[in-house]
């Protein structure tokens, strides 16, 4: 799929099209359709499976109710599809809105805007006993309740703003419940937008602009059918694929000018082009409009991502009976501008091919009437009763299929890159909030949050698999003294995505704490390095210490923490003394009785504790007495300080003559330059980790490197 890359430059403008806020908006409100629409797709094709035996067996064992009893289902999910889209719709693009993601006016009042707006739309006889229509309220109004949607929200937080202007809220009257609050302030532009509405209502339908609109159309497409040429098919087919991709349904415009040529050619005694409905449906709208059956099979064999195999895997047997809503609003189709190419061209390539073939006898005109729902090939052959007809729409299929696969695969390579860039977002945000106790990255409901989350879950996957399949895993970075020989090791935990590449430390142990997993991945940590420390004793390395990372959220949450340390030392049988427990936190770290207990454990039992940034941010020598440390490590902005600040040197001076005095071990971390080693090594420091000896590795580089480089036992 890759080879295709090169599509994307020559689509780089529809991709800046997909890219902005409003199309992103409208895309995302179909896809919270997709429940509604998969349901009801799946059921309208059950009942229309052309199997005469198995209607009757579905009659005989459940009695001739049964199509009513489904057709409740099928109602409830699809006829009212229109106020579906207005709602999702209306929310999904509010929410792209800056005054909503500022938190400067909720959601669900754009939401009613857009309701209230498609009611204030509609004709009197669309409404009786305050109940709309069966055609304001389904399929066939979807276009219109897209527009209103969005039109209504724009309209509404227009309105909002200018009367956010002239009526500026005073902090003084900040008191009551803020919900009434802010329902009291939007009732004016609520009010505004649905009288704008009622306004747009009678200048269309009083006016009978919109009948006249209407009926020109339709004259002009019943006409195409008339005539039944080579053009007028694919103007047919053009027009009609047209109007499925802005969200207008086309099979109901088709079906009108269909049903209106037929009533006009028999009042004048005269004959239908053999380019019949039956010629559409079998030879170019095998899956449903745009001959989506084929981006079906292309999606199941070469789709990338499981959200678009799901969705295939979903829509497969719809489009098998040739209904693909699913597919035209879930993927969707409507407004993709990926799509627009393959889902016009597909179909006309497929008609011409068809029209070539019957204008050149090689394949029999339709002859025989067969349900719109037979599946392809079935189709073919009981039309016609010719096998040329299923090779013809084998051709058509294979045809339909090669013009959607580049496209799929540009769509592909741009949803992943989107993703990625929601990442680079996502870990920015973890990033800015690192130093604060109010992480919510994942409870955001826009692609940051859908990043984090699917993150957890893959966290979560990884803490259940294992050491030995898990896409998680330790590195280690040595300490050394000056001369190079390891003393000790850092573990550190790694991750390189499938899609997002490396994630970094900070982000992995930010979304575990958010996602209350940070206790299960601290002890995966611990075990997995005890388990490749034993390896390396076992091989004679056991002069060399491990730095086993622990976060105060654990420490603060796991009270039986201390005990599993115990235990796992002694299942991998570590001696206790080797084995150093760093605190990782840059923020205030919450002094509780489980921490001090749990730290307590880990002194008794004859293991280290250090202090991670000792002289920098939140650290402090309270620190050392608190926490029974007896290591530290001197921030990484010191120890590269010192080659061009005096005051960096003197401080650094000053924690070393400090930590002699207490009788506390002290590593300076951050080493990268022969120039930083020489000086801090004649400042007094004895233990060094940095990039200058080497960065962090997997435990079979680890361990060679510790053979070639030597080990010795700290002082």
Wanted: proline share 4%; with cysteine; net charge negative.
């Amino acid at each position: 799929m890759k080879r295709y890359a090169g599509f994307f430059s020559f689509l780089k403008p529809l991709a800046d099209l997909a890219d902005r806020p409003l199309v992103q908006g409208v895309r995302q409100g179909f896809m919270f359709m997709v429940p509604m629409l998969v349901i009801g797709a799946v059921i309208a094709a059950f009942l229309n499976i052309p199997i005469p035996a198995f209607q009757n067996f579905m009659s005989d064992t459940f009695g001739g109710q049964w199509k009513a009893f489904l057709l409740i289902v099928h109602n409830a999910a699809m006829q009212v599809i229109s106020l579906t889209t207005v709602v999702s719709i209306g929310y999904s693009v509010s929410m792209q809105e800056k005054a909503v993601k500022e938190g400067l006016i909720r959601p669900v009042y754009p939401t009613l805007a857009a309701l209230a707006s498609y009611i204030a739309f509609q004709k009197p006889g669309e409404i009786a006993d305050a109940a709309l229509s069966s055609k304001a309220a389904g399929a066939s109004s979807m276009f219109a309740a897209m527009a209103i949607a969005i039109v209504s929200v724009k309209l509404l937080l227009f309105f909002y703003g200018k009367y956010e202007k002239l009526f500026p809220e005073k902090l003084y009257t900040f008191n009551g419940n803020t919900v009434i609050r802010g329902s009291f302030r939007v009732i004016i532009p609520l009010l505004l937008t649905i009288v704008a509405f009622a306004g747009i209502n009678v200048l269309v339908h009083d006016t009978g602009l919109a009948e006249s609109f209407a009926g020109g159309f339709s004259e002009a497409f019943r006409t195409l059918f008339l005539r039944g040429d080579v053009l007028s098919v694919i103007l047919i087919v053009l027009v009609t694929q047209v109007l499925w991709f802005f969200g207008i349904h086309g099979g109901n415009v088709f079906m009108e000018a269909y049903g209106a040529a037929q009533q006009q050619a028999a009042a004048q005694g005269l004959e239908l082009s053999a380019f019949s409905k039956e010629f559409f449906d079998i030879f170019v709208y095998f899956g449903g409009a745009g001959s989506t059956l084929a981006l079906v099979a292309v999606l199941l064999f070469f789709g990338e991502r499981n959200s678009d195999r799901k969705l295939a895997q979903g829509a497969f047997f719809p489009s098998l009976l040739n209904i693909n809503e699913p597919l035209i609003y879930g993927l969707p189709i409507v407004l993709n501008p990926y799509y627009a190419i393959p889902f016009v061209l597909a179909p006309v390539l497929s008609s011409l091919i068809a029209y070539a073939a019957m204008a050149a006898s090689a394949v029999p005109f339709p002859a025989t009437e067969v349900g719109w729902t037979m599946p392809i090939f079935f189709s073919g052959y009981l039309a016609t009763g010719s096998v040329s007809a299923v090779v013809l729409q084998a051709a058509c299929f294979c045809v339909a299929f090669a013009v959607y696969l580049p496209f799929v695969s540009v769509a592909r390579t741009h949803a992943e890159q989107k993703y990625k860039d929601d990442y680079r977002h996502m870990a920015a945000e973890m990033t800015y909030l690192e130093n604060t106790r109010y992480r919510k990255v994942m409870s955001r409901s826009d692609e940051i949050g859908n990043v984090a989350r699917y993150l957890a879950q893959e966290i979560g996957v990884a803490i259940r698999e294992g050491e030995n399949q898990s896409a998680l895993r330790m590195e280690y970075q040595p300490k050394t003294v000056k001369d190079g020989r390891v003393m000790g090791a850092e573990a550190l935990i790694r991750w390189t995505h499938p899609v997002f590449g490396v994630i970094a430390p900070p982000v992995i142990l930010g979304i575990a704490e958010e996602a209350n997993l940070d206790a299960a991945l601290g002890r995966w940590v611990i075990k997995q390095s005890l388990r490749d420390m034993n390896g390396w004793i076992g091989l004679g390395l056991g002069r060399v210490k491990l730095s086993i990372n622990l976060s105060p959220s654990h420490l603060n949450t796991d009270d039986r923490l201390g005990g599993f340390i115990a235990e796992a030392m002694q299942e991998f049988f570590i001696p206790p003394h080797l084995v150093e427990y760093e605190l990782t936190e840059n923020a205030t770290i919450e002094q509780t009785d489980c921490l001090h207990d749990t730290l307590r454990r880990i002194r008794s039992i004859g293991s280290d504790i250090s202090i991670d940034d000792f002289g920098m941010g939140h650290s402090s020598l309270k620190y050392l007495f608190d926490f029974f440390a007896n290591v530290v490590k001197i921030d990484i902005s010191l120890v590269q300080g010192v080659t061009e600040s005096k005051e960096h040197r003197v401080i650094v001076g000053a924690i070393l003559d400090l930590c002699r005095e207490l009788g506390v071990k002290v590593i300076a971390e951050g080493v990268e330059t022969k120039e930083q080693l020489d000086i801090i090594s004649d400042m007094g420091a004895d233990y060094f980790q940095g990039w200058y000896f080497s960065k962090a590795l997997p435990v079979g580089r680890l361990i060679e490197y510790m053979k070639e480089h030597g080990t010795v036992l700290e002082a």
